[in-house]
């Protein structure tokens, strides 16, 4: 089948892309509002942005009603975050976080999170989060404010909290870091299933 996108209404639009992006890493973003209420809540649309800089992307999607949600409400008043990054052990809560709070409520309190300060940014972070990511904020970027436009939050990462259960050898072991990915509809994926594919190197054009 082919879909013309001009064609489509805003759900069909965002049913064939996040069906067919897949899996989509999870950022689980700390904030904290003026009045220093704490703020939890995931985001499948992210990815690193830059390496040098050290720059991270978040999209916040409009919901329906156009309202901005506290995430990027609070990134825009007080310039920074965390981005924690979501274990299997992680998912139940990270899933609990999505739930409609009011901004005077936090989700650390509310799902039963426990947070922890962090080194350079009043941002909290999930203190059983095996690598946290210390941010502040770049640029905010708005695609399009129509309900489930996208507004592009970069981040300079000024801080990496890793843990040393997942520090091997110089490097975050993958395996034992045990993220989940964002699927389709309510569908997760793990990464127990692992393999590797050597990176080929041409010499003089020939494999």
């Given at each position: 089948?082919?879909?013309?996108?001009?064609?489509?209404?805003?759900?069909?639009?965002?049913?064939?892309?996040?069906?067919?992006?897949?899996?989509?890493?999870i950022?689980?973003?700390?904030?904290y509002?003026?009045q220093?209420i704490?703020?939890?809540?995931?985001y499948?649309?992210?990815?690193?942005?830059?390496?040098?800089p050290?720059?991270?992307?978040?999209?916040?999607?409009?919901?329906?009603?156009g309202?901005t949600?506290?995430?990027l409400?609070?990134?825009?008043?007080?310039?920074?975050?965390?981005?924690?990054?979501?274990s299997?052990?992680?998912?139940?809560?990270m899933?609990?976080?999505?739930?409609?709070?009011?901004?005077?409520?936090?989700e650390?309190?509310?799902?039963?999170?426990?947070?922890?300060?962090?080194l350079?940014?009043?941002?909290?972070?999930v203190?059983?989060?095996?690598?946290?990511?210390?941010?502040?904020?770049?640029?905010?970027?708005e695609?399009?404010?129509?309900p489930?436009?996208?507004?592009?939050?970069?981040?300079?990462?000024?801080?990496?909290?890793?843990?040393?259960?997942?520090?091997?050898?110089n490097?975050?072991?993958?395996?034992?870091?045990?993220v989940?990915?964002?699927?389709?509809?309510?569908?997760?994926?793990s990464?127990?299933?692992?393999?590797?594919?050597?990176?080929?190197?041409?010499k003089?054009?020939?494999?």
């Open positions: 089948m082919v879909f013309k996108t001009e064609e489509l209404d805003a759900g069909s639009l965002y049913q064939l892309l996040v069906g067919g992006v897949l899996p989509r890493p950022a689980w973003v700390s904030t509002d003026a220093g704490d703020n939890l809540a995931p499948s649309f992210f990815t690193v942005a830059s390496c040098q050290p720059v991270l992307s978040i999209t916040h999607v409009t919901p329906g009603d309202r949600k506290d995430t409400a609070n990134i825009q008043q007080t310039g920074e975050c965390v981005v924690n990054i979501v299997a052990d992680h998912a139940e809560n899933n609990a976080s999505c739930a409609d709070y009011s901004a005077d409520i936090s650390f309190e509310a799902v039963g999170v426990e947070s922890v300060e962090s350079l940014v009043t941002a909290k972070g203190k059983s989060s095996k690598v946290r990511y210390e941010c502040r904020l770049r640029e905010v970027i695609v399009s404010d129509q489930v436009g996208g507004t592009l939050i970069l981040l300079d990462v000024i801080a990496v909290q890793v843990s040393d259960s997942v520090f091997v050898n490097r975050i072991d993958s395996a034992a870091l045990d989940i990915g964002k699927m389709g509809g309510n569908d997760y994926c990464t127990e299933s692992l393999f590797s594919l050597e990176r080929p190197i041409l003089d054009g020939k494999s």
